[in-house]
């Protein structure tokens, strides 16, 4: 790595000759190796999918979750560095409370998105280090249909069709891109998502994994909601068959 | 004249509404309320709900200043969202304490909430066993006196009917059915016509029951029997 041992990488207030900030490209590091998190937005519903790394067996089931609410109507998906994202997701709570109490009415996706990109920011120009973590945003409703945010350790806000994130997010977004995603329902996008993350799993290194899933949509009535287990099992029962049938036909 | 460093508080509410009345029965509760907003004595919004549903389990219902209970909702409405980040429900009992904590908070600001709070639901001991859940009846005054109760009357109520409505309940030994807490309430809300000028003959029954939920009531209406008023000499 050319930066260490220049000094242009010892704060994130520091830009480089060549104009990069070294302490963000290694927080974004840190999202990068973490488990992958595919996000698909259909033509009715955005499901967001994680491959949770369980670093100890004597975890309890479910914990470390990375799938949140921040209403009723907006789910948060954060991957990366776990106290980081959770960090993150606690402030996005706090935000949609205070804007409950000034407004009256729940906050969007959109407003939730750019608030937490703005505090990313802020925070790691002028308060502290940068955050490890991404967070993405997805919301559902009759008007506008689905939306979909990715917030970067940048501060970088981007709204997406469907995105991927950490380990194997090229072999992710390669996948994605063959779907026909705009004629894919809610409960389509839970089996491809179920299918993409074990497709492009490495059968040798990612061994204590387990998948997450999150959806907003028509089916939930636009509430954001974690995808149930025997929802989740079906999708992964069927993935895997899915998979078996490609790989006889190779 | 007023010194630079007093200040003036509100030294009476508004827009109030009137008395509240809820009973429990075997699996749940039901709460009457009239639905007009008076402004002194004169009735000046009618067709409007004293009653606020927090989830599934809760409804807060009110009498008093209509202003300072549309304050109230949106401290429940935060409230229920915050205990969500922590996967939980608010309940009756918890909303009962958090409620009393701050009305008594606000009058010992000598700045008091001006209303009387009935906190009703199904509070469950263990998640979704509905064998263990038991009806709840939270009240709290405005100034922060709280209790529970199986029956009650608030406002006016509290005088004219409190005892009618204890009466009523101990003729069935306190074990009632849905059907005959209605039926006890509908009677109470009858003599508030009678005998409060600000209580009206529009009112709705809210319930929440273990099996059902919350349900806000339909508006209904009472006539009530107004033969007496032939022998009032006061008028013509």
């Known amino acids: 790595m050319s930066s260490i041992g220049t000094g242009y990488d010892l704060a994130a207030s520091t830009f480089s000759p060549d104009g990069r900030i070294f302490q963000i490209e290694y927080a974004q590091k840190a999202v990068d190796n973490g488990g992958t998190m595919v996000a698909l937005r259909g033509k009715n519903g955005v499901v967001i999918a994680v491959d949770k790394v369980i670093t100890s067996k004597l975890y309890i089931d479910d914990a470390n979750p990375r799938m949140f609410n921040c209403n009723d109507n907006v789910g948060m998906a954060i991957a990366g560095v776990y106290p980081d994202g959770f960090a993150l997701k606690d402030y996005a709570c706090g935000e949609a409370i205070k804007w409950l109490k000034e407004y009256r009415e729940p906050m969007s996706v959109q407003k939730l998105a750019t608030s937490v990109a703005e505090y990313i920011h802020i925070f790691t120009l002028g308060i502290s280090r940068p955050f490890g973590a991404s967070a993405f945003f997805s919301a559902w409703d009759k008007k506008k249909g689905g939306r979909l945010f990715l917030v970067e350790p940048s501060g970088l806000n981007y709204e997406y069709k469907a995105w991927a994130v950490g380990k194997h997010r090229q072999a992710a977004k390669a996948e994605i891109e063959k779907l026909k995603l705009d004629q894919l329902d809610v409960q389509d996008l839970v089996r491809e998502a179920a299918r993409i993350i074990i497709a492009i799993r490495d059968e040798n290194k990612d061994k204590d994994v387990q998948i997450e899933m999150g959806w907003v949509g028509e089916n939930t009535n636009g509430k954001h909601e974690v995808v149930p287990d025997d929802v989740l099992s079906a999708a992964e029962d069927w993935a895997n068959a899915k998979l078996e049938e490609d790989d006889m036909e190779e | 004249m007023m010194h630079h460093d007093e200040l003036q508080r509100t030294l009476n509410p508004t827009c109030t509404g009137t008395s509240v009345i809820a009973m429990q029965y075997k699996t749940g509760v039901v709460v009457m309320t009239d639905r007009v907003v008076s402004y002194g004595k004169t009735a000046r919004y009618k067709n409007v709900s004293r009653q606020y549903k927090v989830n599934d389990n809760v409804l807060v219902a009110f009498g008093g200043d209509h202003a300072d209970f549309q304050w109230l909702q949106n401290v429940i409405e935060r409230q ?157």
């Open chain 2, 80 to 236: 229920a969202l915050f205990w969500k980040r922590f996967d939980q429900e608010i309940g009756p009992k918890a909303l009962h304490g958090y409620l009393t904590s701050l009305l008594y908070a606000r009058r010992c600001k000598m700045n008091p909430l001006w209303n009387t709070l009935i906190v009703a639901g199904i509070e469950e001991e263990e998640k979704n066993n509905k064998e263990t859940s038991t009806p709840f009846i939270g009240v709290i005054t405005q100034k922060g006196c709280a209790y529970q109760v199986k029956h009650v009357a608030t406002g006016i109520g509290a005088m004219l009917l409190n005892q009618a409505v204890e009466d009523s309940w101990r003729k069935k030994g306190g074990d009632i059915t849905r059907a005959e807490a209605e039926a006890v309430l509908k009677k109470a809300l009858e003599l508030t016509i009678y005998h409060d000028c600000t209580a009206d003959n529009d009112f709705e029954i809210g319930s929440v029951d273990s099996e059902d939920g919350v349900n806000l009531g339909k508006e209904e209406t009472i006539i009530g029997d107004w033969s007496i008023a032939e022998t009032n000499c006061q008028y013509e």
